[in-house]
C-alpha cells in the first residue's frame, strides 16, 4: 500500500476518555499514524477539526450534546476535508446515517489494532473502510433509502433548517445563515412542524431524529 511519506493525522472523537486513551495507545504503535489530538464531543470536535487539521476523524456516534452523526455531517457542510470514519458499537443502527452525513467508512468498536490501522490508510488513499459484518452495497443500499426519506418528505431548505433548529439555532440566527428572512424561517418552521406531526422545535428535532432525516 502507498502512503504518503507524511503521518496520517488523525482526530479521536469519543465522550469516554477510557477509550481515547486505548485508540491513542493502538495507533501510536503505528509509524505512519500520528494522533494529533482528541475530542470529546461533537461540538468539541467542531473545534479541534479547525485547530487541528486532521487527515481523518475517527467519530463515535453516541455523546453527550452533538452526537457524532450531527457533528459529521456539520463538517462536511462547513467543508472540512478531513475523511470522516464512523467508529461505534452499534453495527449497523446508524448505517443509513452515517452515509448522508458525509462519512467515508463505518466501523465497530472491536475491531483490532491493525485492521484499525489499515483501514485509517484506507480512507486516507480516499478508500471506503468498513466493518466486516458491513458491506459497501449494504452502506449504499441505506444511504440511498435515507436519501429518498429525505427528500419525499422535506425540501432541502426545510432540512437544512430542521438540522439548524436541532443545532439549538435561533429563527434569527438560522435567517442570517441561510440568507432568507425571518418571516420566511418561520412559514418553513412552521411547515416543518405539520409534516412530522409536531407541536414544537423539541418535538420536531426528535421525529427528525426517528425518521433518519437527522
Same mark, same amino acid.
Given at each position: 500500500?502507498?502512503?504518503?511519506?507524511?503521518?496520517?493525522?488523525?482526530?479521536?472523537?469519543? !465522550?469516554?476518555?477510557?477509550?481515547?486513551?486505548?485508540?491513542? /495507545?493502538?495507533?501510536?504503535?503505528?509509524?505512519?499514524?500520528?494522533?494529533?489530538?482528541?475530542? %470529546?464531543?461533537?461540538?468539541?470536535?467542531?473545534?479541534?477539526? !479547525?485547530?487541528?487539521?486532521?487527515?481523518?476523524?475517527?467519530?463515535?456516534?453516541?455523546?453527550?450534546?452533538?452526537?457524532?452523526?450531527? $457533528?459529521?455531517?456539520?463538517?462536511?457542510? %462547513?467543508?472540512?476535508?478531513?475523511?470522516?470514519?464512523?467508529?461505534?458499537?452499534? *453495527?449497523?443502527?446508524?448505517?443509513?446515517?452515517?452515509?448522508?452525513?458525509? $462519512?467515508?467508512?463505518?466501523?465497530?468498536? !472491536?475491531?483490532?489494532?491493525? !485492521?484499525?490501522?489499515?483501514?485509517?490508510?484506507?480512507?486516507?488513499?480516499?478508500?471506503?473502510?468498513?466493518?466486516?459484518?458491513?458491506? /459497501?452495497?449494504?452502506?449504499?443500499?441505506?444511504?440511498?433509502?435515507?436519501?429518498?426519506?429525505?427528500?419525499?418528505?422535506?425540501?432541502?431548505?426545510?432540512?437544512?433548517?430542521?438540522?439548524?433548529?436541532?443545532?439549538?439555532?435561533?429563527?434569527?440566527?438560522?435567517?442570517? %445563515?441561510?440568507?432568507?428572512?425571518?418571516?420566511?424561517? %418561520?412559514?418553513?418552521?412552521?411547515?416543518?412542524? $405539520?409534516?412530522? *406531526?409536531?407541536?414544537? /422545535?423539541?418535538?420536531?428535532?426528535?421525529?427528525?431524529?426517528? /425518521?433518519?432525516?437527522?
Amino acid at each position: 500500500m502507498s502512503i504518503n511519506k507524511k503521518q496520517i493525522r488523525v482526530l479521536i472523537v469519543d !465522550d469516554q476518555q477510557l477509550v481515547r486513551e486505548g485508540l491513542r /495507545r493502538m495507533l501510536e504503535l503505528d509509524g505512519e499514524i500520528e494522533v494529533v489530538g482528541e475530542a %470529546k464531543s461533537g461540538e468539541d470536535a467542531m473545534i479541534k477539526a !479547525d485547530e487541528w487539521f486532521p487527515d481523518i476523524i475517527l467519530m463515535d456516534v453516541r455523546m453527550p450534546g452533538m452526537g457524532g452523526i450531527e $457533528a459529521t455531517r456539520q463538517l462536511k457542510a %462547513k467543508g472540512c476535508t478531513a475523511n470522516i470514519v464512523i467508529l461505534t458499537v452499534y *453495527e449497523d443502527k446508524y448505517l443509513a446515517q452515517a452515509a448522508e452525513a458525509g $462519512a467515508v467508512g463505518y466501523l465497530l468498536k !472491536d475491531i483490532g489494532r491493525e !485492521d484499525l490501522s489499515r483501514s485509517i490508510k484506507l480512507a486516507y488513499e480516499g478508500q471506503s473502510p468498513f466493518a466486516p459484518s458491513v458491506t /459497501r452495497s449494504l452502506f449504499t443500499q441505506f444511504a440511498n433509502v435515507a436519501q429518498l426519506s429525505r427528500n419525499t418528505l422535506l425540501s432541502a431548505r426545510q432540512l437544512d433548517i430542521l438540522r439548524l433548529i436541532a443545532a439549538g439555532v435561533t429563527n434569527k440566527e438560522i435567517a442570517s %445563515k441561510l440568507c432568507v428572512s425571518e418571516a420566511t424561517v %418561520k412559514r418553513e418552521t412552521n411547515t416543518i412542524f $405539520a409534516k412530522l *406531526e409536531a407541536v414544537d /422545535r423539541t418535538q420536531a428535532v426528535a421525529e427528525g431524529y426517528r /425518521r433518519n432525516l437527522l
